[in-house]
């Protein structure tokens, strides 16, 4: 494989332009002209491979972006959330939003230390405010695969389950345990933290009264809006005012509805399934924040383009390529038409001539001309083709000269012998 490093290049429909950064001198550009034709890959083939690589790029997108404007319409969804901050969902007519962390977590219910009285539903959830997901939003979250509980308390609570019951209990707004019954299910729980269950104790079995009561009196944790208790564990006492429990849910991103997988994709279809817009905006591929590759509205790609693809060309590329093949198609120039028997031949006169005075070859453009509008690789192969046949036919009347001169050599040869 070769690298070339060009300026940059724009392949279009039928020709490929090079705009070089600098020559040392003519025949080390026809070289590095050659060498290109030789070494790169199909216009449509490279565009072919592009939008190959790019079904392999660990994006995950989807028609949803979580706005006002284009709500979620599943838990899902928002499990590819890596910037926290209130997102919009509507889910079979439901709408509502609230906080989603960074790890695509939605926010159900939080309380501070110093509330008071049954936490009040709502389906506009902050990460700022006492409530909890109104109990008509609650039957809308299906697709849970994850329950958490944190605090910012002493003690750092962090409690994770995928208990189907749980789950369950969240959409049907009842509290985490029910009492002595669910001890191999608080066992579930997994973290920092203390979820115990070994009594029959509780008081309001609906979830925004009583979010989760272990172990009566002992040292589990207490999440009692309704009483106004909330600690990590009952040893340590209640959260300080500025303290807070909250309790999210997260749902596993499958390719289904309109989300798109990272682990790949079955039974896609093409026609209202795929990666791209619907509207007249381009669709912009970052690493790491920066923008690498932008698909116009048009369909023209550029890539390490600041802006605007180039609309001269289909494709634009801004940087190396490394590459093993280049096809360049649809050339209606080529020079095959030299060795036709009415085709002039120039005199290697003329030629002389004209090279003296314009240091390069007719028909090719000079290294200005290069550096300033680059190269139509197509035409300039065509050119060089050109050229290379008349060398041939050169070599060829001077081969047929030559014998003439070897003969006439060989006869005044002969005479000088016999005398």
């Not at 695969?145 to 750092?156: E, K, P």
């Not at 790949?264 to 399934?273: K, L, R, W, Y």
């Not at 001269?312 to 093993?324: D, R």
Request: proline share 3%; with cysteine; glycine share 8%.
């Amino acid at each position: 494989m070769i690298l070339f490093c060009l300026q940059d290049y724009h392949v279009g429909p039928s020709i490929l332009r090079v705009t070089a950064g600098s020559f040392v001198n003519k025949t080390l550009f026809k070289k590095q002209c050659i060498m290109f034709i030789r070494t790169m890959v199909t216009t449509r083939a490279f565009r072919n491979y592009c939008f190959g690589i790019l079904m392999l790029i660990p994006v995950a997108l989807s028609a949803q972006t979580g706005s006002a404007s284009s709500p979620f319409n599943s838990v899902g969804q928002a499990a590819a959330v890596t910037n926290a901050g209130i997102y919009y969902f509507s889910i079979d007519g439901v709408s509502f939003s609230t906080y989603v962390n960074n790890s695509g977590e939605l926010l159900v219910a939080m309380s501070y230390g110093n509330a008071t009285g049954v936490l009040v539903g709502t389906s506009a959830m902050t990460n700022t405010q006492s409530g909890i997901l109104s109990a008509t939003v609650l039957t809308k979250l299906s697709g849970i695969s994850l329950v958490r509980i944190t605090s910012n308390g002493s003690i750092g609570t962090n409690l994770t389950t995928t208990n189907a019951d749980v789950i369950e209990r969240i959409q049907s707004n009842q509290t985490l345990n029910h009492g002595s019954d669910d001890a191999v299910l608080n066992a579930s729980w997994v973290g920092t933290g203390n979820v115990i269950a070994n009594c029959g104790c509780n008081s309001s079995m609906v979830l925004a009264a009583n979010v989760i009561h272990c172990c009566c009196n002992g040292d589990g944790m207490h999440w009692i809006p309704e009483s106004n208790l909330y600690a990590e564990e009952l040893s340590a006492g209640s959260l300080p005012a500025t303290g807070y429990l909250r309790l999210w849910v997260r749902g596993t991103y499958t390719a289904s509805g309109s989300n798109w997988s990272l682990t790949g994709n079955a039974g896609s279809n093409p026609a209202t399934q795929f990666i791209g817009t619907t509207d007249a905006q381009p669709l912009v591929f970052k690493t790491n924040g920066v923008e690498q590759m932008r698909i116009g509205a048009d369909g023209y790609v550029g890539i390490g383009e600041p802006t605007t693809p180039n609309a001269e060309a289909k494709l634009a590329v801004k940087g190396a390529i490394y590459t093993t093949k280049l096809k360049v198609t649809a050339i209606s120039n080529w020079a095959d038409y030299v060795f036709a028997p009415d085709y002039k031949l120039p005199s290697l006169e003329s030629v002389e001539r004209y090279v003296q005075k314009n240091n390069h070859l007719p028909e090719i453009p000079s290294t200005s001309e290069v550096q300033k509008n680059g190269v139509d690789l197509g035409n300039s192969q065509a050119a060089l083709l050109k050229k290379v046949e008349e060398l041939t036919l050169y070599v060829i009347n001077l081969n047929k000269e030559l014998k003439v001169l070897k003969k006439k050599l060989y006869s005044i040869s002969a005479r000088q012998i016999k005398k």
